[in-house]
């Protein structure tokens, strides 16, 4: 089977944070520093990393992201080829996933990842001939025509025609030789029936193959060269003989030029990638975790697992790859809406809320740059591991990450780390049985600019640092178990919701003083009826939308309390559960899922994220609206960990286990009084066929677009503050060139507002 995907490649040289996206456009913020494998054509260098790839351009340094937002069907790309012959770049996946990229198509070729194979059957390795590519496989090879893009053939050639794992193959011009983990096979190339494994040969002991697993082959000047643990060995006349040898370093990867022949090995004795050039020179670069390295007019270019695409010349190593994270861990992240800054907490916990030992730190993206801040770099966190929080105060614009291991960091976009707070200096103590670990597992500021914390595991694990900035403490009226609490929210009548993990919902009204503790009130709720009525005990979250409804993500779904402001009361608030329809039958919202973030979008829509992907629902949860998955989208995972929205451009930002990925949504917050409308993009030229943004209305404003005569082309109602329109008019045909008058009103036309936008055909 294949498909083929048109893709745009995004040139990372341009800032991408800079360009405003589409709506209904994706784009990626994933890490590139993990490299598995390095090609070349002509004129580009290309990288395969853990999650994507990226290409060089070797006349100007600029570099070119390819991810799933640009077409690839996959991620974790475990090696790429490319040939120079047919202009073509072979993308393999660890799933046996295949891409061919050429001429601006993408080409998908899933045999082998749909085949229901038994036993291994990865791809090791690519070896370009002619009209095809030879695929070293778990299981034999497959030879795929990579003009016809299909399977043509696979050959079985262990004993008896078996399996057997092939890690890589080679040819002289007369014969096809296959390194496997038995030994170093061979075929006559011009055999019609290679798929007979009676027509290989596996070379013997005496012809200086000993059975065993050897890693790789290729050829250089003529000749095969093959791997052994940390020995090369050549034929020559139908004899294998050792060519190299360095104890304790293994090797991983060959590869060979018409200049060098290039050795990347990673042993008991160390790593490094050795390069035997026909001249007789030998250069050998240290580096942590060389996967893969090829030489190109003397320059050495060199996929490391752990530090990136490096490039070694005139004895000099450089490491080149795009502005990204760090690392893919995503825990928590936080977008500021008026500067689209983006900051990451890469932490976590484990199962029972203690430490993961997370030294990543925190990143930030201050003006499309990404930096980061961590145990190793940045001397103030030497005590701070796993980073579980992030929150801006649009107050002072800072940002406050919460650690499980040293309280708070205050962060400034132009300062950097500004204060810390821990139990020295707050009212924030340690886990209880742990007095020097101060945990802060969530921080939210509420209306008058007051920082709550979840100090979780502590003896009093509500803590508030007033807006004059001193410290108050608050401890339940009931037992907590361990003193776990982690999200929060704040209801219309300056009521905190807590997430008290199996256990349910706390609710905390301080009466009419933070500093009075005489008129506090706690109250916890459960999955009891007449006691909080909640589906689980399981909450994992809480939000509350622009209706001042509290909505609650549990491990069964998703309950909403409609009456926050009587949950004190002698009748109390129970949750309720959102009746939908899915294939005739009626459910409750979610409740097969668990619910592990909600947010609310301008138009207080719920975006919610789970374990399978992410749902956008009407404002009341009853309609099901969007739903993205890694099968759908160019998410990299259906596990999402964070999520969070740029309130002033719509962009809903997803954390998933191993990246960021950013959705341009069509809702933005409105107002109520004013009008400033703009139009993206403006003008639309002939080429355009995307959605046009109209942005910066009145809240679900009416909006009407007439010709320059004043004849209506379209009418249709702002989602908050953002409206979208095709392009067409009522007949569902292209908008003619023209200049178009774009009105906005509110519900009875008090305030109303007018702009402009030129369409080009």
């Known amino acids: ?19 405003q996206l589409a709506i209904g456009q994706w784009k990626d913020e994933l890490t590139y520093h993990n490299a598995y494998s390095v090609t070349a054509s002509d004129n580009k260098i290309y990288c395969g990393t853990v999650l994507s790839m990226y290409a060089i351009d070797l006349a100007d340094n600029s570099y070119d992201k390819i991810s799933k937002v640009d077409g690839l069907s996959d991620i974790s790309i475990s090696h790429v080829a490319f040939n120079k012959e047919k202009n073509l770049l072979l993308v393999i996946y660890s799933n046996s996933n295949i891409d061919i990229i050429r001429d601006g198509k993408i080409t998908n070729i899933s045999d082998i990842k749909r085949k229901n194979i038994v ?38 050639i262990g004993a008896n025609g078996t399996q057997i794992q092939v890690n890589g193959i080679t040819s002289d011009n007369s014969f096809l030789y296959a390194a496997t983990a038995t030994g170093i096979y061979r075929g006559e190339l011009n055999d019609p029936f290679l798929a007979d494994y009676s027509r290989w040969h596996l070379f013997t002991k005496s012809e200086g193959a000993a059975p065993g697993n050897f890693l790789d082959i290729v050829s250089y000047n003529g000749l095969p060269y093959c791997a052994k643990k940390d020995t090369i060995f050549q034929l020559n006349n139908g004899v294998w003989s050792q060519y190299y040898y360095r104890k304790g370093f293994d090797v991983k990867k060959l590869e060979a030029s018409k200049d060098a022949l290039v050795i990347s090995q990673i042993g008991t004795s160390g790593a490094r990638v050795n390069v035997l050039y026909a001249s007789g020179k030998n250069d050998s670069i240290y580096t942590p975790q060389p996967y893969d390295a090829i030489e190109k007019d003397g320059v050495v270019w060199i996929a490391d697992l752990y530090n990136g695409l490096q490039k070694f010349s005139n004895n000099y190593l450089e490491t080149v790859f795009p502005d990204c994270p760090w690392t893919s861990n995503v825990f928590d992240l936080a977008v500021n809406k008026n500067t689209h800054n983006l900051y990451v907490a890469t932490g976590g916990w484990n199962a029972s809320y203690g430490f993961i030992f997370n030294s990543d730190g925190f990143f930030t993206r201050i003006d499309g740059e990404w930096d980061n801040y961590n145990y190793y770099n940045t001397p103030i966190l030497r005590d701070s591991f796993d980073f579980v929080c992030a929150t801006v105060n649009y107050k002072n614009n800072r940002t406050y ?19 810390q707070w821990d139990a020295d200096n707050s009212s924030l103590s340690g886990v209880n049985g742990d007095i020097l670990r101060v945990k802060a597992a969530d921080i939210e500021f509420d209306r008058y600019n007051n920082m709550w914390v979840s100090n979780i595991g502590a003896l009093v694990p509500v803590c508030v640092m007033k807006d004059d900035g001193t410290w108050l403490d608050f401890l339940p009226s009931f037992t907590l178990e361990q003193g776990w609490i982690t999200n929060m929210t704040f209801d219309n009548y300056d009521q905190t919701w807590f997430v008290i993990p199996r256990q349910g919902l706390m609710v905390f009204n301080y009466g009419e003083s933070l500093d009075n503790a005489s008129d506090d009130r706690w109250k916890k709720l459960i999955n009891v009826p007449g006691s909080g009525n909640l589906p689980s005990l399981e909450v994992n979250c809480v939000a509350t939308d622009k ?69 956008l629902f009407s404002a009341d949860g009853t309609e099901l609206l969007q739903q993205f998955t890694f099968d ?30 950013i959705y341009k949504g069509d809702a933005t917050p409105g107002s109520t009084s004013s009008c400033g409308p703009a139009v993206y993009p403006n003008p639309v030229r002939e080429d355009y066929s995307g959605t046009i943004a109209i942005s910066g209305v009145l809240d679900d404003a009416d909006i009407k677009i007439t010709d320059a005569t004043g ?19 009522y007949n569902g045909e292209r908008a003619a060139t023209g200049v178009y008058l774009v009105w906005a009103a509110n519900a009875d036309a008090t305030v109303t507002c007018i702009t402009k936008l030129l369409i080009v055909n």
Not at 8 to 14: G, M, N, Q, T, V
Not at 125 to 131: A, I, N, R, W
Not at 634 to 643: I, K, Y
Request: glycine share 12%; proline share 1%.
């Open 119 to 156: 036993g291994d059957k990865a791809i090791y390795g690519t070896y370009f001939l002619g009209d095809y590519a030879y695929l070293s496989c778990g299981f034999g090879i497959v030879v795929l025509d990579v003009e016809k893009y299909e399977i043509k053939d696979t050959y079985y």
């Open 401 to 419: 990450f919460g650690t499980m291991w040293r309280g708070i960091v205050e962060f400034d976009d132009v300062l950097g780390i500004t204060n």
């Open 547 to 615: 209706d001042g409804t509290i909505w609650v993500g549990t491990g069964s779904g998703v309950a909403v309390f409609y009456c926050p402001g009587d949950v004190f009361s002698d009748f109390g608030c129970e949750a309720q559960q959102i009746i939908v329809n899915s294939g005739g039958y009626n459910g409750y919202l979610l409740a097969t899922e668990n619910v592990k973030r909600i947010v609310v979008d301008g138009a207080n829509r719920k975006w919610i994220a789970t374990d399978n992907g992410v749902w």
């Open 632 to 661: 759908n989208s160019p998410r990299t995972s259906n596990f999402v960990n964070a999520l969070d929205i740029d309130e002033t451009t719509g962009e809903v930002y997803i954390g998933v286990e191993n990246g960021i990925i």
């Open 711 to 729: 004849h209506l082309i379209y009418r249709t109602k702002a989602l908050g503050g953002q409206a979208v329109w095709d392009g067409k008019n």
């Open 1 to 19: 089977m294949r498909k083929i995907i048109l893709f745009i490649l995004l040139l990372a040289s341009f800032r991408l944070t800079a360009q």
